[in-house]
């Protein structure tokens, strides 16, 4: 077999035990590594069709994954106007009116990333900007993405002026005392009501905003990523791009299972199961189980300061446990969204039924776990789940003194036990790192740097939130390769730079093990290679 590409005077880092391997060079061919050696033995096996790349003392880790991405939808997301950078009222205004200006008369407004921080102690809603919006149709996505604002004239061409029904429990068209909207709308049946009215990209389009996305991701070190939705063309784009060589990350998909699935959308779910192509795969299913703290659609045990987030997802929770233990008893592993304490005590209820049938094989996994008490925290190492953890939510979406809308609406005791990656960790549960872009950025490195210093990313000097919850460096660099392997079953294969795993790689200039925390997510990207080929490549390298 043809050697593809060579890398020489590397230094390669093994992630379960911290250290370098003995090796300075390695070898792929077939997508593979086949060698490690001395750079004189592994320069001989290269001929003249072989890359040959020499290092130069970089460090070599396993191509970093993302544990919790949704690409498709995130490159149609963040298209448009971004507010993450606003921190109040005023700055969202100056942004709104500067877009305005350059609007054509009747088009249409689209903003994303707006941080409901931004309203201090006011309602969130689309008051504050109806002077500016004045006969704009506007969306503006708020930075979870389980919520929006809509301008009073989007609302009109929508035909919404009153509360509404949904069949997701959660949802909501936010309403005054009058019956009238307030701009605030809640989940994605809610959304979809002006969504479904505003201008749409074609098809082309939308391929191409996820190819660039994709390309950027790979230039940021990743190799792959876990994705937690399939919904309308994704699968396609996927397979569009992969037969066209132009899948940069290897992706694991997980359609969703939304409540009053029939028999024959369970059926169709696990059939689908391992379609794909030479990059990408369909894995696993993604089920909501609540909503988010900051909306008030998470699901609590007991409400939050304004007597919200008090319901599941699911109108019937027991509907979502029948339709994890089908999906168990069928193999299928399960990645369910719970952000409350109550949400992720159902999960792990669910599973522990599920599990008491047999097929203890299934890896289901719980995503985001923003804040659990102790009890819970034990059963994941019990049940066997995995936690898949967003550490950046934590550092830039919330403060350490807890005056963030997230904390003040759960109070000094829940919000105190905030994204509790440590506790997990040491409770014996694998722990998985992602960045749920949009929702956060995904860059790898930010990712890792956030799970250790939890500090605003923009302001790193400001104290860090729950810094008793902090990874050290090499449980942050496995969370995103030996725990990211592990959780898509594929530990025998992937995480670790091995003779017969995949040649998937990230380069980096230092090393991300004696790197401050704070410096981290500067590290310059050298190389980033999957598959055995590279996708990116840093100019002089």
């Known amino acids: 077999m043809r050697t593809s590409l060579i890398l020489l005077s590397a230094r390669l880092l093994d992630p379960v035990t911290g250290g370098l391997l003995p090796q300075t060079a390695l070898a792929a061919a077939g997508g593979r590594i086949t060698a490690l050696g001395d750079d004189r033995e592994i320069r001989a096996l290269a001929d003249a069709s072989t890359t040959v790349i020499d290092l130069e003392g970089a460090v070599v880790t396993p191509g970093l994954v993302d544990g919790h991405i949704h690409p498709v939808s995130g490159a149609e997301l963040t298209h448009g106007l971004d507010l993450s950078a606003c921190t109040d009222l005023e700055q969202v205004r100056e942004a709104l009116a500067g877009a305005v200006r350059d609007l054509a008369p009747g088009a249409w407004l689209q903003g ?16 504050p900007f109806d002077a500016v919006l004045d006969g704009v149709p506007a969306f503006l996505l708020l930075f979870d993405a389980h919520s929006a604002l809509a301008s009073r004239r989007a609302l009109e061409l929508a035909g919404v002026d009153g509360p509404r029904t949904f069949a997701q429990a959660t949802a909501e068209v936010v309403c005054d005392a009058d019956g009238r909207p307030t701009g605030l709308l809640l989940e994605d049946a809610a ?16 391929r191409d905003r996820l190819a660039a996305a994709l390309r950027a991701m790979a230039a940021t070190g990743l190799t792959g990523g876990h994705v937690m939705d399939a919904n309308g063309d994704s699968l396609a784009f996927f397979a569009e791009l992969d037969a066209a060589g132009q899948l940069p990350l290897r992706l694991r998909v997980a359609p969703w299972c939304q409540p009053g699935i029939d028999a024959e959308g369970l059926r169709a779910l696990i059939e689908g199961q391992g379609a794909g192509g030479r990059l990408w795969r369909t894995a696993g299913v993604k089920i909501f189980m609540d909503g988010t703290v900051d909306n008030g659609t998470a699901w609590l045990e007991q409400p939050d300061c304004h007597g919200e987030s008090r319901h599941a997802f699911w109108p019937d929770p027991q509907e979502y446990t029948r339709v994890v233990g089908e999906l168990h008893r069928a193999g299928v592993p399960t990645a369910t969204h ?11 209820d669910a599973v522990e039924k599920a599990r008491a049938g047999g097929g203890n094989g299934v890896r289901h996994r719980v995503e985001h776990i923003e804040t659990v008490p102790d009890d819970t925290v034990r059963r994941f190492a019990e049940l066997e789940v995995i936690a898949s953890m967003q550490p950046t939510h934590c550092c830039d979406f919330t403060r350490a003194d807890h005056t963030d809308n997230w904390s003040r609406r759960l109070g000094e005791e829940r919000a105190s036990r905030a ?49 008793e919850q902090a990874l050290t460096a090499l449980e942050a660099l496995r969370g995103m390769t030996v725990n990211t392997a592990y959780a898509a079953g594929e ?19 230092a090393d991300p093990l004696t790197v401050a925390a704070t410096e981290l997510a500067d590290v310059p990207v050298l190389l980033t290679v999957l598959d055995g080929e590279p996708t990116h490549r840093a100019a002089g390298l």
């Open 338 to 348: 719970a952000i409350g304490d109550a949400a992720v005590r159902h999960v792990l």
């Open 191 to 206: 959304c979809e009501l002006v969504e479904r009215v505003m201008p749409q990209p074609t098809r082309e389009e939308r």
């Open 419 to 467: 994204w509790r990656c440590r506790d997990l960790h040491d409770a014996g549960a694998v722990v998985v790192l992602g960045s749920d872009w949009p929702i956060a950025p995904y860059p790898p490195l930010g990712v890792m740097a956030g799970a250790r210093h939890r500090r605003p990313t923009r302001h790193l000097d400001r104290a860090p939130h729950g810094p």
């Open 491 to 509: 530990e025998h294969e992937a995480g670790r730079i091995a003779v017969g795993h995949r040649a998937d790689l990230t380069v980096l200039a």
């Open 112 to 127: 994303w990333g707006l941080d409901p921080n931004v309203f201090a102690e006011h309602p969130v809603e689309t008051a």
